[in-house]
């Protein structure tokens, strides 16, 4: 079924995979997931799946890529994809439904990329690894703020120096970064 399977890698760990199944997990604790070469799930529902969680359910230590460097990483063509992390996934096909009465907890999900996994903001975390998106944003903004000093910089050597940078109209031009 190539809704399940795009591409056989022999790398990825599942910690609980669900598939074509129907019922409830009610109190799970998945641990101690680890991939050397791809990536990780600790809990996965795919195709043909409706599954009701509840209760308490913890997903720890969920690795992907462990054996890998970030230059391997970074060179990885198809089928190898780059190692996903994932505490709980729902795959094309599969349906979850979480309790709002449960409490599910997840920690230490560590990869070179990660799922938009299905817990809610408001379920508790802790040490969850952040998102790509949350990454990119962040180098975005420390690049932006290096600009910045490096600019105030520039404008605070130029003040103190008193220097004028003029054209041929005897026109005062201001400094441009």
Aim: glycine letters at 10%; a negative charge; aromatic letters at 6%.
């Amino acid at each position: 079924d190539q809704d399940i399977q795009s591409g056989y890698t022999g790398t990825r760990a599942h910690g609980m995979l669900i598939d074509y199944a129907s019922g409830t997990v009610d109190g799970a604790v998945i641990d101690a997931i680890e991939s050397h070469y791809g990536s990780s799930w600790g809990l996965i529902v795919y195709k043909g799946s409706d599954i009701r969680l509840q209760g308490e359910v913890a997903v720890t230590n969920v690795y992907a890529g462990t054996q890998l460097s970030e230059e391997s990483v970074r060179v990885l063509k198809a089928p190898n994809f780059r190692p996903q992390s994932c505490a709980i996934d729902v795959g094309i096909g599969g349906q979850m439904v979480i309790d709002e009465d449960s409490n599910v907890m997840r920690d230490n999900i560590i990869g070179y990329e990660w799922c938009e996994d299905v817990l809610s903001a408001s379920m508790p975390r802790s040490q969850h690894a952040l998102s790509v998106a949350t990454t990119t944003a962040m180098c975005i903004c420390a690049v932006l703020l290096c600009l910045i000093v490096f600019y105030l910089q520039c404008v605070s050597v130029h003040e103190r120096k008193g220097v004028e940078h003029s054209n041929l109209n005897g026109e005062t031009t201001p400094l441009l970064l």
